[in-house]
Each structure stands twice: as C-alpha cells, then as structure tokens.
C-alpha cells in the first residue's frame, strides 16, 4: 500500500505525521482525515481500506483516505496540537472536499481544528464525523488518573473492554501503553469548551450502545454544534471503540458513513 507521509516537528519535543493510507489517484472527489483515539494512530484506520469478501470496497477508489499519526507521550497542548494538525492539512490540501473525522479525543482534536479552520478562515469541511466521544461541551477527563497506578490503570482498561488480555498481562506492554493514555489524557484535560457559534455544514455521530464510556445519549449534544443536520447511528452490542476494532461492527458503521458522506456530497452539489 502506497503512503505519502508529511513528518512536522512542532516543538522540539514532539512530531505529527499526516500520511496517505489510500493510493493516489488522478481523480479525488472527497478527502476524509482521521485523528486517532488516544494511544492510537494512522494504524487505527487502515482495516477501513480492506474488502470482506464478496462485498464491494467499503471506502471507494476516490475518495483519499488519510490519518494522523502523533507522539502522545510528547508534551502538547490541545490548542497547539489543533493548530500543528491544521497546519498539516492545509499544506497538502487539493480543491476535494473535506471530511473531518475523530474517534474518542481524535474526535475532540477534528473538532478543534474545524474551529481553527474558520479562525483562519479557510475552506470549510463538508462535514464532520463522530465516533464514541461525547459532545464536546459536556466532555470531562476520568478524575485522578494522574494519580493512578499500574493496578489502577488495569482496572480501568479491564472495564472499558477494549485492551488485549496478553497487554494488560504483560507489566512492559502495559507500561507503554499507559505512557501514551497518560499523553492523551493531558491533552484532553487542557481542552476547555468555549461558546462559539455553530457550523453550517453537517456532523454525522457514531455510537456503542454497550459504550460505557460514552453511552448514545452522551453524543446527543453535538446536534447544538451545527445548523445543519446531524445524523445519529448506534449500534447493538458495540462498546467502547467497539466500532474501529471488531471487523462486523466495523464494516456496519464504514457502510454508513460512507453513504453519509454520499449524501453529504450530493446536497453540496
């Protein structure tokens, strides 16, 4: 699989990278950039590119996948990582549409830099996908995981579901992986929600109904983010990211998120 990576050191002490997941084509009718979850990167998207047998590809040859992939154990801020993001996107930014699309924090960050966008008032996305994060005026970080230990850190993965058995076994792998929830759970905790007034183009949100974390009724609120439509989908027996990690469940949010985008792409013609 071809990637075009862009590396941009923004401190220092931290790197982002934007890379190209799909081939490159001649003819792109819509982009879509996906932030990760905490802890996760552009890796987190590539099953998106995979066909299940005797299906048709669920994302189509034109339409540019892409991801960010980032250091969380460096010392961002929310609002410079949101503006190191938008950097990286307007710097390899064609006439194609955009989608912006976050998973849990990653969807907190496409939000961010949907602001950052019309601060700087460039071109604005044709809409912005969801995926297992709560709306962002009523988004709170878990309370004293800085004070947590491994132990703690264990428990609190065993209840979210989502963590392989053989890491949070493993003393060295957990280690790694807390390092980097630690960095992600930074950057959430300097987010602050400001009142600003709402986008005109679409949201499209994505749910678990077994997501302990943030359950359907939680991503309710992003409705207030737009005036345009907002378009909900849960799914049955799906937890906490759920949706990125558990193939069937996968393919069922990718075909309808891409009929969204479809959609979306239609009207704005």
């Given at each position: 699989m071809q990637t075009m990576p862009l590396r941009l050191v923004a401190e220092p002490t931290s790197a982002l990278q934007l890379a190209r997941l799909s081939p490159q084509r001649e003819q792109v009718r819509v982009q879509i950039v996906c932030l990760p979850p905490t802890a996760g990167g552009f890796f987190s998207f590539l099953p998106w590119l995979k066909t299940p047998s005797s299906l048709q590809p669920l994302v189509p040859a034109d339409v540019a996948l892409w991801g960010v992939q980032l250091d969380w154990t460096a010392p961002w801020r929310f609002a410079g990582l949101v503006s190191t993001v938008t950097d990286a996107l307007e710097a390899q930014r064609t006439d194609a549409p955009l989608v912006?699309?976050?998973?849990?924090l990653g969807a907190l960050l496409a939000f961010g830099v949907a602001r950052e966008l019309r601060r700087r008032q460039a071109k604005a996305p044709l809409g912005l996908v969801v995926i297992a994060m709560c709306a962002p005026r009523h988004y709170q970080p878990p309370a004293g995981w800085d004070?947590?230990?491994?132990s703690d850190w264990r428990?609190?993965?065993q209840r979210e579901?989502?963590?392989?058995?053989?890491?949070?076994?493993?003393?060295?792998r957990l280690e790694q992986l807390v390092a980097q929830l630690r960095g992600g759970l930074s950057i959430?905790?300097?987010?602050t929600y400001t009142s600003e007034a709402p986008f005109a183009f679409p949201f499209a949100t994505f749910a678990g109904e077994h997501d302990q974390l943030y359950p359907p009724v939680t991503l309710a609120g992003w409705q207030e983010q737009t005036t345009n439509a907002c378009a909900a989908f849960?799914?049955?027996?799906?937890?906490?990211?759920a949706l990125l990690q558990v193939p069937a469940m996968r393919t069922s949010m990718l075909v309808d998120m891409v009929e969204t985008v479809e959609h979306w792409m239609e009207v704005a013609a």
């Open positions: 912006l699309c976050g998973a849990s004070a947590w230990q491994l428990s609190h993965l579901g989502d963590t392989p058995a053989e890491v949070l076994h493993a003393p060295a959430a905790q300097d987010f849960c799914y049955p027996e799906a937890g906490h990211l």
